[in-house]
Nanobody
């Protein structure tokens, strides 16, 4: 089973940027990958996802500010987060869809101060 490890989270001021990385222990070449987030007391929601052929989709609240990308050679998925807002504060999880199953990383905390 491919393991997913997120990194790049931290504390940033509003208006700042962060880039999250999700490193997989095996090939992601044929997998759809995504980022989700869960704020305290809220349901997990889609941030962005990217298919195996590179098509992308974004959550409404991050459209135009976040960019997802993948590097299949490095088995890594990224999300570049710009113009961060306090409401972006959450635990961010990497997701891999493979043969009808969802696999998750352990999450990385992003905190945006006002």
């Amino acid at each position: 089973q491919v393991q997913l490890v997120e990194s790049g989270g931290g504390l940033v001021q509003a208006g700042g940027s962060l880039r999250l990385s999700c490193a997989a222990s095996g090939s992601i070449r044929f997998s759809d990958m995504g980022w989700y987030r869960q704020a305290t007391g809220k349901q997990r929601e889609l941030v962005a996802r990217i298919t195996s052929i590179g098509s992308t989709e974004y959550g409404d609240s991050v459209q135009g500010r976040f960019t997802i990308s993948r590097d299949n050679a490095k088995n890594t998925v990224y999300v570049q987060m710009n113009s961060l807002k306090p409401e972006d504060t959450a635990v961010y999880y990497c997701n891999r869809k493979w043969r009808g199953n969802n696999y998750w990383g352990q999450g990385t905390q992003v905190t945006v101060s006002s």
